[in-house]
């Protein structure tokens, strides 16, 4: 009896009921690999199934583009898309997009610098001018002056009826045994070699004078040191004391300027500035700033305060 396994050899015979369960699955097989459905009729319980006849290949050769226009749907119609648009689409979309940013930066910008100028008027109204210094010009008058302008016509010297102060340094004397005295009217007697003086720095220090009447000023100034040389011993009362650089003047409406002054010890002149024309029946003189001197006090030997000319 020659062994049924031997390789090469047919498969021994089945039982019937394996025969028939071996028949559906060989089908199910069959089918699910895509080969159709079995001729039931050609299965043969010694020979296993019939081969099927083979499957003429198709005719029609499958181009490969079509595989890929297959597997990726909307392919062809995207490129149909983009080949009916316009050719001058894209850049005139991004000429209107930088035409927009331009023109809303442009609009951001104007409505940046109209706050701007809103608060820089309404931080004006008040009537703080804070103008440089500036010697006086002639010329004009104050009907062509612009609001807020600094007057720039004619003045004249205004008259002051009293003078008063914060502080007085004590009387002393001169090399010559002179008594000298430091009162506030020192200051409008026309007169370098007299001055107000305080001891120490001055700084906060109010010199006040009173006009003979409510006036239009357009002019305010000082000589800002002792503007005084000792005429027995040579002495430089200018150099030795401390000299003003700075000082507010307020006038009797509430509004106020700032004079910066040159605080050298070799310029004794009338240091003049020009501001906005002003009424007033006052006008107050702060020290707000000092360069010191050898003596610990601080002197204004004049001021001058010029009225309006009509």
């Not at 997009?97 to 820089?120: D, K």
Request: include cysteine; charged fraction near 20%; charge should be negative.
């Amino acid at each position: 009896m020659s062994d049924s396994n031997q390789s090469g050899g047919l498969p021994p015979d089945l039982p019937p009921e394996y025969a028939e369960a071996y028949r559906r699955g060989y089908q199910r097989a069959y089918e699910q690999a895509g080969g159709g459905g079995v001729d039931e009729g050609s299965y043969d319980a010694a020979t296993g199934p019939a081969h099927r006849a083979a499957v003429p290949e198709p005719t029609t050769q499958l181009n490969i583009d079509d595989l890929f226009s297959r597997s990726e749907p909307g392919n062809v119609a995207e490129e149909t898309e983009r080949d009916e648009r316009p050719a001058w689409m894209v850049p005139t979309v991004l000429a209107v997009a930088a035409l927009a940013l331009i023109l809303g930066a442009y609009i951001v910008g104007r409505a940046f610098s109209s706050s701007v100028a809103s608060n820089s008027a309404s931080k004006g109204s008040g009537k703080l001018v804070i103008p440089s210094s500036a010697a006086p010009s002639q010329g004009g008058s104050s009907a062509s002056q612009q609001p807020g302008a600094s007057y720039s016509g004619a003045t004249d010297l205004a008259r002051v009826t009293a003078a008063g102060a914060t502080c007085q340094s004590a009387d002393a004397f001169d090399a010559g045994g002179n008594k000298i005295s430091y009162q506030p009217s020192n200051v409008f007697d026309q007169d370098m070699s007299t001055a107000w003086r305080c001891n120490g720095n001055g700084h906060g220090d109010v010199l006040t004078l009173t006009l003979d009447h409510p006036m239009q000023i357009g002019q305010v100034g000082l000589v800002p040191g002792y503007a005084k040389t000792d005429p027995y011993d040579g002495a430089n009362r200018y150099a030795e004391n401390d000299r003003i650089t700075k000082v507010r003047w307020t006038f009797s409406d509430g509004s106020s300027v700032v004079q910066k002054l040159d605080g050298s010890a070799h310029n004794r002149s009338m240091q003049t500035m020009r501001i906005p024309v002003t009424r007033t029946s006052t006008v107050k003189m702060t020290i707000l700033d000092t360069v010191s001197g050898p003596r610990d006090t601080v002197a204004v030997s004049e001021v001058r305060i010029g009225r309006v000319v009509d």
